[in-house]
């Protein structure tokens, strides 16, 4: 799934303070691979979510997005409707410290030359694009609403030649991806995780398609430990951000409301860690980044 608009957090710098580490892991068991999922009809090209579509989000469903029944479909149609501002919100809305968070993902992937590099849930392709700075052979963009890879396929366009013939985009879900085992030597998602349905089923799959020794770095929103910090960000978060946001998009399916409470909802940082663990990795560790409101995680597939 794609990557969600970054939010502004006060100026700050990109620090990486003591990691958490995880133990080693216990045994994995993987899945074997399977076709994505067809696209949800309501997502399809030139569908965009209106204020009574029964598919927008509900202050109701908010209280906890994550535990919805429906969830893959509501967040795909989601995605459908901002699709043409996401760029504009994510660069106006984060101050431009998207860019810098990606920059810090692309560094701690460590990519060597020859590489493969997987991009789940890769939105309109900025970290995809990034990783085109590296001696990766190829870097493959991965994301489940269609209008996110038609855009990023066009910026693909406007790179030169020899960028632009590494990158690939495709059509997939995180959950069921369309790969062999042990194909990638990296995978990345960009503030995607939490809008996985089974954030779990991911990580496994994660776990099956990476060669030992294989890197996964997660970039995922967290609430600042500093009490005022968290404070500031949670009014920017719920109050100033949403309607900023919405109007700058047009948006009626209430993605900028799903966006503060799906981070305030989601998996605590040590949570995702032990999940990391569960699942097959090792040398977990979490950066916290921007004071605190987005963390780097990075792990290896053992």
């Excluded at 045994?27 to 209106?50: D, E, N």
């Excluded at 985009?169 to 990296?186: K, T």
Aim: glycine letters at 6%; a neutral charge.
């Amino acid at each position: 799934m794609p990557a969600e608009p970054a939010t502004p957090p006060p100026p700050g710098s990109t620090s990486t303070p003591d990691a958490a580490v995880l133990d080693q892991p216990t045994a994995v068991t993987v899945q074997a691979p399977s076709t994505p999922a067809p696209l949800h009809p309501a997502c399809r090209p030139g569908v965009t979510a209106h204020a009574s579509d029964p598919h927008a989000w509900t202050s109701q469903e908010l209280t906890d997005p994550h535990s919805h029944t429906e969830k893959a479909g509501k967040v795909r149609r989601m995605f459908a409707a901002i699709a043409g501002s996401y760029d504009l919100n994510n660069r106006v809305h984060s101050l431009g410290l998207d860019q810098r968070w990606r920059r810090f993902a692309v560094a701690e992937a460590a990519v060597r030359a020859g590489d493969r590099v997987l991009d789940v849930a890769c939105g309109t392709g900025d970290l995809t694009q990034a990783f085109a700075t590296t001696e990766a052979a190829e870097i493959v963009g991965l994301d489940f609403t269609r209008e996110m890879i038609e855009l990023a396929r066009k910026k693909q366009l406007a790179l030169p030649e020899g960028v632009a013939g590494r990158l690939r985009y495709i059509e997939g879900d995180a959950q069921h991806l369309p790969f062999e085992d042990r194909s990638f030597d990296v995978i990345s998602i960009a503030f995607g995780i939490r809008n996985v349905e089974d954030p779990t089923r991911a990580l496994r799959e994660f776990a099956r398609v990476l060669r030992p020794g294989g890197r996964l770095v997660i970039l995922e929103f967290d609430q600042p430990k500093n009490p005022l910090v968290r404070w500031f960000n949670s009014l920017y978060c719920r109050g100033i951000m949403p309607r900023t946001a919405t109007w700058l998009s047009g948006d009626k399916s209430g993605a900028y409301k799903y966006l503060p409470a799906s981070v305030a909802t989601f998996l605590a940082r040590e949570a995702l860690l032990d999940a990391l663990k569960d699942e097959g990795f090792s040398h977990g560790k979490a950066s916290p980044l921007s004071l605190g409101i987005c963390v780097c995680y990075r792990a290896v597939r053992v």
